[in-house]
């Protein structure tokens, strides 16, 4: 129905509840972020996040922050 995989599918999950986090918990870094949505490694997340935002997790933050 969502002519996705169920990796995908799930990576999209993450990386909306990473965006979420990211907006909500500052005292929260990254990888934390990262090990709390799912993700074993920090690279693998930041590739990830990059692939369905267009940017890194921390420019993400940052803008938000500046926003």
Known sequence: MTSKTFSEYINDLRVAKA????????????TDICYCVGFNNVTHFDRKFRQLTGISPTKYRRMIINS
Do not use: W, Y
């Open 19 to 30: 965006m979420e986090l990211l907006k909500q918990a500052s005292n929260l870094n990254i």
